[in-house]
């Protein structure tokens, strides 16, 4: 990757000023690694922390860090209130400050900032580009089996439920075009842990946007805590499920619409 072509520069280059919006959470071991492999592998990309008031610390240490590079910025935010809520926060700032694109980025590690060049490259002919671990060329290191059954599992009932051509709707390493955002209607976005993922997969997919899948490999956190929890898993599992029976209801209303017409 650091082989790329003047071209592939160029192609991100034409894609305007980029954000990479990292939501963090006690992550004070992991912030100025991801933050120092972001600035090397995409230097012309600026990056945002949005911390929720992390008791370990890491508002500090990203403060500490925007202070050394004027490409780091920090969005503090007063308390945990999920993923989601940092994300939207995110995007709501890079509106205001003029960005193009934005990318979500976890801070353990489990995205490789190598691969991010990977992932803006193919929004150059996108909407937005999802970085996946279940589509060739993907992997995932160090998961346990049950990890990996959870994560291809719930991309199998999603897939077939809600009839979306994605193979890691669930993943969290994506780019998104600003007007992809803005047509995507975010306003009434409710979902909290990583079924914040499927909610805008499922958004992209229902507002006809160009959607890519990139692969990647995903690396299992080696320093930090997990947030993840029964209580997530539970709230992607209700959510899809309603997303699948409102589908149904709406196709059948239009069915009745066209008979009667
Ligand atoms: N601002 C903010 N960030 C959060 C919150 N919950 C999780 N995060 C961050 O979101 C990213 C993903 O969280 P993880 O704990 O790694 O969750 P996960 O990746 O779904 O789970 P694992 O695969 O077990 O690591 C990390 O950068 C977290 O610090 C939250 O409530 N607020
Ligand atoms: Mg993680």
């Not at 280059?13 to 592998?41: D, H």
């Not at 004027?70 to 993923?83: A, P, Y």
């Not at 897939?159 to 890691?168: A, I, P, S």
């Amino acid at each position: 990757m650091q082989n790329d072509s003047v071209a592939n520069v160029n192609d991100i280059a034409s894609l305007g000023r980029i954000v990479v919006i990292i939501p963090t959470y006690n992550e004070c071991e992991n912030i100025k690694i991801i933050c120092s492999g972001v600035r090397e592998f995409a230097p012309s990309v600026d990056i945002l922390i949005a911390d929720d008031n992390s008791p370990d610390g890491t508002g500090l240490v990203a403060d500490e860090l925007a202070r050394q590079d004027s490409q780091i910025r920090v969005l503090h935010r007063t308390q945990k209130n999920g993923l989601g809520a940092a994300y939207l926060a995110g995007f709501a700032w890079a509106k205001e400050n003029g960005y193009d694109v934005v990318v979500e980025m976890d801070a353990d590690g489990s995205h490789r900032p190598i691969d991010l060049p990977k992932l803006l490259i193919a929004l150059v002919d996108a909407d937005v580009s999802l970085g996946s671990r279940w589509v060739k060329g993907g992997e995932v290191v160090n998961w346990p089996l049950t990890r990996k059954i959870l994560s291809r599992g719930g991309n199998l009932y999603t897939r077939l439920w809600l009839g979306m051509t994605m193979k890691d709707a669930t993943g969290g390493f994506r780019a998104y075009r600003l007007s992809a955002l803005e047509k995507m209607g975010l306003d009434d976005v409710q979902s909290q842990g990583y079924c914040f993922q499927v909610d805008l997969s499922w958004r992209a997919t229902k507002s006809g946007l160009r959607i890519v899948e990139v692969p990647i490999v995903f690396i299992e956190r080696t320093l930090g805590e997990s947030k993840m929890s029964q209580d997530i898993v539970k709230e992607a599992l209700l959510r899809v499920t309603r997303w699948g029976f409102d589908k149904r209801m709406s196709d059948f209303a239009a069915l009745l619409k066209r008979k009667n017409d």
